[in-house]
């Protein structure tokens, strides 16, 4: 789910999708946070402007 909505594809994120992955999270336990956290981290290693930009919006979703 994060990885489609942080794909380097140049299309907006819906906002529901958004909102759907911050309500997992939110109701995630411990290790998924600590397993998503560390796919981002690593995803934020990607040299696309548009991943950077994606992942940013996950951020700020809450």
Same mark, same amino acid.
């Given at each position: 789910? $994060?990885?489609?909505?942080?794909s380097d594809? *140049?299309?907006?994120?819906?906002?529901?999708?958004?909102? *759907? $992955?911050?309500? &997992? &999270?939110?109701?995630?336990?411990?290790?998924?946070?600590?397993?998503?956290?560390?796919?981002? &981290?690593?995803?934020? +290693? +990607?040299?696309?402007?548009?991943?950077?930009?994606?992942l940013k919006?996950?951020?700020?979703?809450?």
């Amino acid at each position: 789910m $994060i990885n489609g909505a942080t794909s380097d594809e *140049d299309k907006v994120i819906p906002m529901y999708k958004l909102e *759907d $992955i911050w309500e &997992l &999270l939110r109701s995630s336990h411990a290790s998924i946070m600590n397993e998503v956290s560390e796919f981002i &981290l690593n995803h934020l +290693n +990607n040299k696309s402007p548009i991943v950077k930009q994606k992942l940013k919006m996950l951020r700020r979703v809450n």
